[in-house]
């Protein structure tokens, strides 16, 4: 590590935050850009002024804006992000279990997408315009082309509804044994797995094709490396940044797979709270959810960057 | 009989150049979207059979729904809310996006960044999580929804216009045309646009797709398109209890999705492999 990549990691920082910026700007102007007033909603229509004006006042809705905005975001900060309209309950505790099973399904996801699209990307980068790469592409066009929720109900109707093989909803409560647990996180973890590699493998196979084009692996072809030593040394260390880049890319779209998945096959995560209160316009439960999501999203592309800052020579200065 | 040997010449697909073959094929979505409820033989909201998810008959082409309403007429109802709507939205992302796209090109540094701040701060916001947010802020009427869309992909539209604009102005021919005296709406009009129309063109179709499976994935979690009117999301929402029997009333509508995305995927595949 040094000063001139020390530098360049920090400004990647800086804008990352300039982002969350944005992102807590934006959450929260939209929803002061709601329509009627909070306090009338939930005393709902036998509300007196009084109890109007108490329950402006408890919830802090006759400050000004941007007492509102710093209020929120030191609540925010503190975990503190307010009460559920719906249930009055604290919005952090309604999202802690939640927020474990969702990070349960993600992580299960990426362990078995990462590696398998690694490997499949380069096996079609490698064998280009084989059989086997055409079959991928034709599959992964397909995967990608189509949305999430078709994937998860057509392998629900083939291998929970025809075959029965695994149940079609994720009780996850239910589990007792180790067995269990595979059978139910199967079709989730699948189908979301599936819907992430075929974005990770387009963009692994691009990535490679391009690496392998370059004019110095020609050269190491012509001086007669042999194929492994090639790939290990010259093609995958260039290679890592846009590699990074582009699984990043794709863990964010498994974001947006979970909330559909999750609706699918009713598992209590995250996302499906989150569309619930979108649906019971349970404000600062949408905030909290989008805070969290939209974090982890720059999160990963933050980190993909500094993975591909430092895998670059000319970066180290070396 | 020479003349009707070019004209069916003409009509060959292998004779089409790729751009034709992406606006023939996105003309007949439009045209189906436009037209096709012209041919409903039933309103999409007219319960006509007491038997729900009927198969395939000839009086009802392709069976019934939940309700028991003709499949093949909500269909076509469904097929122009998804295209239409798609539609406006995607010439509202990439008309904004393309006008920034090639304005910041020849405007002063600090416009450049803002712009750039500003569209990397929607991209920060993962697509559906964006709109689900917008549309708790706004509701889901059309119109919010078309706005939702169309903001959401203005900032990809964007990147890629203003890539394609930046190589574009370095050509010797733009230096020409500044040097002839040349007005800046000229330039972009007659010589930056048509000179970006190939790749403009695949950039479009695929905001196109993102646009249809975004709205699909909505209308599918409840919070697109609201009944009574329909769209192909909400038309597998609505039947997806038909599943269990293997009903058509959720099996077409997912169909008609896919070869719409993958039809358009396939042809913009084509034209970028040239």
Known sequence: ???????????????????????????????????????????????TPDA????????????????????WCGGMLHGNAGNSLLTGRPVSEMLAPRLYNSLLLAGATTLVAVPLALVLGLACATWRDSVFDRVMTVLTLGIVSVPAFLIATVSVFVFAVQFRVVPALSDIRSIHSVGQFFLTFA??????????????????????????????????????????????????????GPVANAIALSLSSLLGGVVVIETIFNYPGLAQLMVDSV???????????????????LFLTTLADIVALASVPKGRGA | MSGMATGLRALRLSALTPAQRVMGLFGFWLVLAVCGPFFAPYAPGQIIDTEVFAPLSHRHWLGTDYLGRDLGSR??????????????????????????????TATPAWVEQIAGRLMDGILSIPSLLCALLVIAAFGDSLLALVLTLGVIYTPGAYRTSRALALRIARMDYITVAVARGEGAL??????????????????????????????????FLGLGVQPPLVDLGSLVRENVLGLVYGSGAVILPTIVIGVLTVGINLVLDGTSRR
């Open chain 1, 279 to 297: 649906m019971s316009r349970d404000v600062p439960i949408i905030q909290a959810c989008t805070l969290l999501f939209c974090m982890t999203y």
């Open chain 2, 75 to 104: 269909l076509l109802y469904a097929v122009r809310y998804t295209v239409l709507i798609c539609t406006l939205s995607t010439a509202f992302s990439c008309g904004c996006g393309v006008l920034l796209g090639i304005a910041t």
């Open chain 2, 186 to 219: 000229f330039i972009i009009w007659r010589e930056i646009l048509p000179n970006m129309r190939g790749p403009l063109l695949a950039d479009v179709g695929l905001r196109f797709i993102y646009a249809v499976l975004l709205l699909s994935n909505l209308s």
């Open chain 1, 52 to 71: 109007t004006q108490a329950l402006r006042h408890a919830l802090h809705l006759d400050q000004p804006l941007w007492l509102r905005f710093m209020h």
């Open chain 1, 187 to 240: 079709m989730p973890v699948a189908t979301l797995a599936s819907i992430t590699m075929a974005q990770m493998i387009r963009m692994i196979r691009a990535c490679m094709i391009d690496v392998f084009s370059a004019p110095y692996m020609e050269m190491a072809v012509i001086k007669g490396v042999p194929p492994i030593r090639i790939m290990l040394h010259h093609a995958l260390p260039n290679a890592i």
């Open chain 1, 1 to 47: 590590m040094n000063a001139r990549l020390a530098r360049l990691v920090l400004r990647r920082i800086g804008a990352a935050l300039c982002s969350l910026l944005f992102v807590v700007v934006a959450i929260f102007a939209l929803t002061a850009a709601l329509p009627g007033d909070v306090a009338d909603m939930l005393l709902g229509q036998n509300a």
